[in-house]
């Protein structure tokens, strides 16, 4: 069964102390991994696509990585707007999945002044 | 340009009612995707329509429907509620449904009785 999975659960940082977040996942025939932000209580805000191994994308201090089996999303000198839910989600193969988005628990990022 | 438009924005309703949910994407695009979202979990699955027509069904049951217009709009029907109903409903739209991008709307916070 297609799996995907986020680790931590949860992150403390101080600002300006960069961490990675990580995300493992068991799909048959990846067609892309996406990355979102989640503030409490709102929809999730996209932030990345990524389709193979070796692709990287960066906007403003968050950087996402992925290889063949996980995504790390990077965050440099983070500050307290950062603090949100990361939200990690695979689509695979085709026919009656088509489209559809495997999502991880998320990691709770909290990062304090 | 306006991004995807949930209605209403929270609900409460008690056991063995039925409720509607709304969506309307964001202008162009022509695939809708409902997912549930309970809390301390990632998104699960419901459903995903393109150009009206069902184009995958995630593990819910049949008290679960839903449909799409011809302005690519569309509803989320829940009858016979259950306590467990109780989530964040999520609407996301995406241009053909397939293995696009998909953009969330903020939700629709049910709350059952």
């Known amino acids: ?113 | 340009d306006a991004g995807v438009t949930q209605s209403p924005t929270h609900l409460i309703k008690t056991r063995g009612q039925h409720v509607t949910l709304r969506c309307s994407p964001i202008s162009g695009h022509k695939s809708v995707s409902w997912y549930q979202q309970v809390l301390g979990q990632g998104p699960q699955f419901i459903f995903q329509y393109y150009e009206k027509e069902e184009r995958g069904r995630g593990n819910f049951p049949d008290r679960f429907s839903a449909r799409q217009f011809p302005n690519y709009s569309s509803e989320l029907n829940v009858n016979a509620l259950l306590l467990g109903d109780s989530a964040l409903y999520l609407c996301a739209s995406s241009l053909a449904g397939g293995f696009d991008t998909q953009y969330f709307g903020p939700g629709t916070r049910l709350t059952v009785l």
Do not use: M
């Open chain 1, 1 to 113: 069964e297609d799996q995907v999975t986020q680790s931590p659960e949860a992150l403390r940082l101080q600002e300006g102390e960069s961490s990675s977040l990580n995300c493992s996942y068991t799909v048959s025939g990846l067609r892309g991994l996406f990355w979102y932000r989640q503030d409490p209580g709102k929809g999730p805000e996209f932030l990345f696509t990524l389709y193979s191994a070796g692709e990287e994308k960066e906007k403003e201090r968050l950087k996402a990585t992925l290889t063949k089996k996980e995504s790390f999303l990077h965050i440099t000198a983070p500050k307290p707007e950062d603090s949100a839910t990361y939200l990690c989600a695979v689509q695979a193969g085709g026919g009656s999945t088509l489209g559809r988005l495997y999502f991880g628990r998320g990691t709770q990022l909290t990062v304090w002044p």
